[in-house]
């Protein structure tokens, strides 16, 4: 058999198909803060197990509403069955069936019966199924807590991310100056105007910045990868932070009681604190409706008869009422346990309304200090720019050696290290601020 050829129309199609599908799997994602927090709030891995136990508090309401609801069954019963003569309870002297009775049958019974059941009043029921309606507004209202967390996780992963190409980039920095310092060394050597001490005392400079580069690209790819997975991205995918720690947020901050109002009005842990406050409230009463009676109705109707040909309609119908003494104390303990555990929650709610006052105090003083940390590492970083620029023009002018020159990009390593950690700071107090008001999700 040939083997089959393809067209080249064909094979172009298919080349340009795949060639589609390469460079949309690369396509980059470009993510500022904002988008960050909000990806990791829709897709992250403890977001979507809280919404599953959503679901199941959903679906357990559908189940405590079926006993208010009526129910319907049918029965198909094909079959033979004996009697004992004397199990009926009559005696009649000189009958056909000996005293000690006698096997009658086998008869054979078909029977085809539908039977439906209706609570027509049952207050326990009911309130369980307003339980566990709440149950299931306290499950959504905690996946919506677990979201607003896994926002404020994604943040800070992109804060880390932030910082580690900034570290990197300074890192670089030190490095090119390490080798332009032992370039200016090696030329000094050859010209005759410098010592074999500066030349080994730059490259050794040189060796440590190196160090410090190769570490600064370990740090960025952990980051990377920590990002990756607070956002539930595969590691294959390619994202750009479209944000930058230089490009400073100075919008003004709210005042304290404003602030205090908003998180109080928004935090999805409060509404979550709330729901489930509800809930156990609805539990109690769910428990104390177990002691009033029930009653229900029930009734069945079908054909029977020893074979198809005739068989007769029969129904039975009846009401029940059914109303609780005495359960050994069982209705007691339960609500004695909602109870406890009403008190327990009505107490994380006051705490935790005092804990939001406190946290919100605590983030301004926060920003507000990480405002004047980064404006004093502007002005070091900028000291320290000018002392290294005055110590290379002597060292080129020979006036020097590079000792000073060493000295002042040691200076000038840590200065913009100190100017890296106090911008990662003041964006880190702004997400904690955003936190502490709910409006983690709501950032640029």
């Known amino acids: 058999m040939p083997p089959l050829r393809r067209s080249p129309l064909r094979a172009a199609t298919a080349l340009a198909v795949c060639s589609g599908l390469a460079a949309a799997q690369q396509a980059s994602i470009v993510l500022t803060l904002g988008d960050a927090a909000r990806l990791a709030a829709r897709q992250s891995a403890s977001v979507q197990v809280s919404q599953a136990r959503a679901d199941q508090a959903d679906a357990r309401v559908t189940q405590r509403r079926s006993e208010l609801l009526p129910n319907l069954s049918a029965t198909v019963q094909d079959g033979e069955r004996t009697f004992n003569s004397a199990s009926f309870g009559i005696t009649i002297p000189g009958g056909p069936f000996p005293p000690g009775g006698a096997v009658l049958g086998p008869v054979r019974n078909y029977d085809l019966r539908a039977r439906a059941s209706v609570t027509l009043l049952d207050y326990g029921a009911w309130q369980r199924t307003r339980s566990a309606q709440s149950s299931a507004t306290a499950a959504r209202a905690d996946a ?43 030329e000094q050597v050859r010209s005759g105007v410098g010592i074999g001490l500066d030349l080994t005392r730059a490259q050794s400079q040189a060796a440590a910045a190196r160090a410090q580069l190769i570490g600064a690209r370990g740090e960025n790819d952990r980051a990377r990868l920590d990002l ?109 346990e909602q109870s406890a555990a009403l008190r327990e929650l009505e107490a994380r709610d006051r705490d935790l309304r005092q804990q939001v006052t406190i946290e919100v105090r605590g983030a301004l003083l926060d920003v507000r200090s990480a405002v004047e940390q980064s404006d004093a590492s502007d002005t070091r970083l900028r000291l320290a720019e000018q002392e290294l620029a005055e110590a290379r023009d002597r060292f080129r002018a020979g006036v020097a050696g590079n000792a000073d020159v060493i000295t002042a990009s040691l200076s000038l390593n840590a200065a913009r290290t100190q ?26």
């Open 144 to 186: 919506a807590s677990v979201a607003d967390m896994a926002a404020n996780i994604g943040a800070i992963a992109y804060l880390r991310s932030l910082r580690a190409d900034a570290v990197l980039r300074a890192r670089t920095a030190d490095s090119v100056l390490a080798d332009e310092l032992v370039g200016i060394a090696r």
């Open 228 to 336: 990756y997975r607070a956002l539930g991205l595969p590691l294959d995918a390619r994202v750009v932070l479209g944000d930058s720690l230089a490009a400073r947020d100075r919008a003004p901050l709210p005042f304290y009681q404003d602030a205090v109002v908003l998180a109080i009005k928004v935090r999805p842990d409060l509404a979550a604190a709330a729901a489930q406050l509800e809930a156990q409230r609805q539990s109690l009463s769910a428990s104390r409706a177990d002691r009033f009676p029930t009653i229900g109705l029930a009734a069945d109707q079908g054909a029977t008869g020893v074979t198809t040909d005739r068989m007769l309609n029969t129904w039975t119908w009846g009401v029940q009422v059914s109303i609780p003494i005495f359960d050994g104390f069982r209705r007691s303990g339960r609500e004695a």
């Open 419 to 444: 100017q890296v950690d106090a911008l990662t700071q003041l964006r880190a107090a702004r997400v904690a601020l955003a936190r502490v008001m709910g409006t983690v999700t709501k950032l640029p």
